[in-house]
């Protein structure tokens, strides 16, 4: 995630609405992406990307930028993420996984066969990303998808390093016994 230019920032803290919808425009797909990873429905995702940038948009006149300005929004998108999985859960909503949102991949070169491999080891794996629990699946999605340090996801989450450190450590342990270890099908 690309941080805004301070200027456009301080801009958005003193009420410019221009310079806001200039901000929503650069880091809605992040926000998008994110929530949809935890989630996994994409109209819930939607709604959850509104609701970040209302709060964003109250929140930025006291953001004072002792932290990046992402690990704030990223904190904010995690919190609400889990706010609204509380909530599901209370509903009792099912939520179904759209396989078209698990990305494309990078070709590796021309080989139409390597390249369908691929994009089924790729579909493999956040399939099976999408069952880890909640917390889990917000630290992978952060670390590996999004490129965070776990001290970034640490403070984006309000948590310890170490908690961090474990989720991640967790998660791959779970995700090593469903994916197909070995052979020409390892992922």
């Known amino acids: ?18 310079a806001f919808a200039r901000l929503v425009v650069e880091q809605q797909d992040y926000v ?13 995702a939607a709604d959850l990307t509104q609701e970040v940038f209302l709060r964003v948009w109250q929140g930025l006149p006291s ?19 889990l706010n609204r999985l509380r909530g ?12 078209q949102a698990l990305g494309n991949l990078p070709a590796h070169g021309t080989d139409p066969h390597a390249e369908a491999w691929q994009r089924e080891r790729q579909a493999l794996l956040w399939n099976a990303v999408e069952q880890l629990p ?16 776990c001290a ?3 403070e984006a989450m309000g948590v310890p390093v170490g908690t961090v450190k474990t989720h991640l450590h967790r998660a791959r342990l ?7 270890q070995g052979g020409e099908h390892a992922v």
């Open 88 to 99: 599901l859960k209370r509903e009792r909503t099912t939520v179904s996984l759209d396989e």
């Open 32 to 44: 998008y992406t994110l929530a949809r990873r935890v989630l996994r429905d994409p109209e819930e």
């Open 63 to 81: 953001f004072r930028g002792e932290s990046r300005f992402a690990t704030w929004l990223y904190r904010i998108v995690a919190n609400c993420c």
């Open 174 to 180: 779970n995700l090593a016994k469903v994916l197909p």
């Open 1 to 18: 995630m690309k941080e805004p230019d301070p200027h456009l920032l301080e801009r958005c803290r003193q009420g410019d609405t221009e």
């Open 134 to 149: 909640a917390g889990y699946r917000l630290v992978v999605a952060l670390f590996y998808q999004q490129g965070l340090s």
């Open 152 to 154: 970034e996801i640490a």
